[in-house]
Every structure is written in C-alpha cells, then in structure tokens.
C-alpha cells in the first residue's frame, strides 16, 4: 500500500500530457565494470566482491551478441506510430587505462575511449558496429552519462596510498570493488561526482568536458540530456553541462547532493517536467530491474508503474539497466530476462494500444 502511494505522489506534479508516452531508461553502456567471469570469481573469493550484489553478479561490459538479442526482441513491437521500444541508452564514454596508469606508477590517471575497450573483449571488434545499427534502426538512442563510473580522484588516492584491495582488484583490471569507509559515502567508489574538495571538482569538470566531446566524436551528435552515475551530482555539475549547451537532467526522484561537512547526501526531490531557471528535470516514475530480485514479478511491477503514470496523464519513464541485458557472467542472465521484457512490451500494447514510444530527448523536447 506504502509503494502504491508513492507511485501516486511522484506523479501529481507537473505537466500533464493527453498521450501515453512510455520511456525506457537504461544506464552504464559502455563502462568495464566487472571484466570477465574468471575475475569476477577471484575477487568474489578475495572478500573483495559479493555474490550477493546483482551488480557485482551480472554487470560487465555489452557485447554485439548481447545487442543483437536486445535489437531483436524490440524489433518484435510497434507502436500506433509504427515505432518500435527504443532504449534511451546512457552511455560511459571512458573506462581506466590499466596499462597506462600502471607504468606511470599510479601517479597518474589515464583513460580509453569505450569503443577501445569493445575492441579488447574477445569476439568485441563488432560490438560497435552493432551498436551503431542499433541507433540507426531506432532501437536504441545514446546519451551521456559520464566519462568513465568511477570516483577517479578517491580510486588514485587509494591506489598511490597502496591500498592492497584496490592493487588486487586493479590486476584483474576492475575498479568495481566494495568499499566501506567513514571518508566515503557510498559503499563503493562508482559515484563519479562525490567530491570533498575543490581540486576534485575541477578534476569533475574537466572530465565532463572530455567525455561530451567524445560521445559527439562517436556518435556525430551533442546528448540532449545526461544522467549522474548514481544520481549523484550538485550545482556546480550542472553549471558545467549548462556551459557545453546540456541542460535536461534524467534521475530517480530523488538527488543526491554531496554534503562536506556529513557522511550522509542531501536529498532533493525532482518530477518529470520540473523546470528550474534554464534547467529541466526528468524523473523515473517506475523500474523494471529484474536482475536486482528474481523474486518479484516485474512485469506486473513495471505495468503498475505504467498504468500509474497515464492515470495521472504524465509520461512513464522506466529505468532498466545494463545488467538485465548482459549475459557474459552469468550466461542466461540476458535471455531470461529478455523473455520478460518480451511480456511486458505485450502486456503494453495489449492493455494500451495507443501508447507511443519515445526517448528521454524527445520527452525533454516536449517540456521545452
């Protein structure tokens, strides 16, 4: 009942829309996180993953035959537009450079654009090029999430201080460890925008900067909008996106603000819609994330959500992440998952055969 009333809530704000617009939401394209089976399971037996942690189980970098499965099941669907599902598909532009950071002794940061990091995978020389079919086919829309997940100044600290758990990790080439500490945050280090100082911002802003311009490199076009990694960010982030011309910020309904003077974030509340100077909000009004539990029934989960937010007459914006739609860990990850996402696109149109599939730019375009 609880959760039915906080799916009502975040959607009495804003503007309402007489057309029922569904928004696939889908973060951390592009980034390493965890490299490979064989890493995953030495570090879950070194203490420094859990098993646990869907994340730490499923996440790790796409591969072609990975979209190829996802084009497909979204190729199956159309809407009263003629439209297929399209993923609004947040990308991390950059991961480590392993090698590079290594034989300067950790003194300093280096970074490889994410299409370099496709082509070190085994059988990954094509991921690109299927990714680029993707976007031409609709099927998936890019836009910028950060240039690398990663809290680089925390993670360089640690690894020129010798932390040994780091220096294990960094062997097996991730950074994506567990990591409790009172001078941390979060429980890890993928908050790229936490920051305590006033050199780490400028490190922040330099990064953002970077990154945009080599996701218009490779995509041959400026993101409309961008997401936080882990929704972390505060003012002076979003002046750097306003100066490069990006003013849309996607989240959860809630942001977190880092606070240097409090182990704790503080919250700020968003909706969809929601319009601050020359600043536009946009706000997941529903998930479908069944690679977090494998106990909950997240069609009918998702299709709660959906059938809340056109009540309501506002856009649903799901969230659905990478991790649903990787297979290269745990091998029927993806195509179980992709069986349920099969059942809710029916269930969708079944139940909505006017719905209308659109991407976060275009939503950010409407509140225009």
């Known amino acids: 009942m609880l959760e039915r009333i906080k799916k009502n809530i975040i959607n009495i704000p804003g503007k309402r829309f007489d057309r029922k617009l569904l928004v696939l939401e889908s973060d951390d394209w592009g980034s390493i996180r965890i490299p490979d089976a064989e ?23 796409e591969t072609a035959a990975d979209l190829e499965a996802l084009f497909s099941v979204l190729s199956q669907f159309k809407d009263t537009h003629g439209n297929s599902p399209i993923i609004t598909g947040n990308m991390v532009v ?5 090698i590079k950071i290594k034989a300067n002794s950790y003194s300093e940061y280096h ?7 496709y082509k070190k995978q085994e059988r990954g020389a094509d991921t690109f090029s299927v990714l680029q079919k993707g ?75 970077e990154g945009l311009a ?29 100066e490069n011309g990006l003013n849309v910020f996607q989240g959860s309904r809630f942001q977190n603000v880092p606070n ?27 998930l479908f994330e069944p690679s977090l539990n494998q106990n909950i029934d997240w069609v009918d989960k998702a299709m709660e959500s959906i059938a809340t937010a056109f009540a309501w007459k506002k856009p649903a914006v799901i969230g659905t992440h990478r991790l649903n739609y990787v297979s290269s860990l745990v091998p029927d990850n993806r195509d179980r998952n992709l069986m349920s996402l099969k059942q809710l696109l029916t269930k969708v149109l079944q139940k909505w055969p006017d719905i209308e599939f659109a991407h976060s730019a275009d939503l950010a375009n409407l509140y225009k």
């Open 39 to 61: 890493s995953a399971r030495k570090m879950i037996n070194l203490g420094l993953l859990s098993n646990n942690d869907p994340f730490s189980k499923f996440d790790t970098l």
């Open 94 to 98: 950059g991961n480590p450079d392993f």
């Open 111 to 117: 970074f490889e654009e994410f299409s370099q990091t």
């Open 135 to 209: 976007i031409e086919a609709r099927f998936f829309f890019p836009q910028y999430h950060a240039r690398e997940h990663l809290n680089v100044n925390t993670w360089m600290h640690l690894l020129q201080s010798g932390e040994q758990d780091f220096h294990k990790a960094f062997d097996l080439e991730c950074f994506a460890i567990d990591y409790k500490s009172n001078s941390n945050r979060r429980n890890n280090l993928m908050a790229t925008y936490d920051y305590n100082s006033a050199d780490d911002l400028v490190f922040i802003r330099q990064s953002i900067n």
């Open 214 to 242: 080599v996701f218009e490199k490779h995509f041959q076009f400026k993101s409309v909008t961008t997401i936080a990694p882990c929704y972390v960010w505060d003012s002076a982030v979003e002046d750097t996106f306003l």
């Open 260 to 286: 240097s003077n409090s182990s704790d974030f503080i919250k700020i509340f968003h909706y969809n819609g929601e319009k601050v100077n020359d600043k536009i909000y946009l706000s997941r009004n529903g």
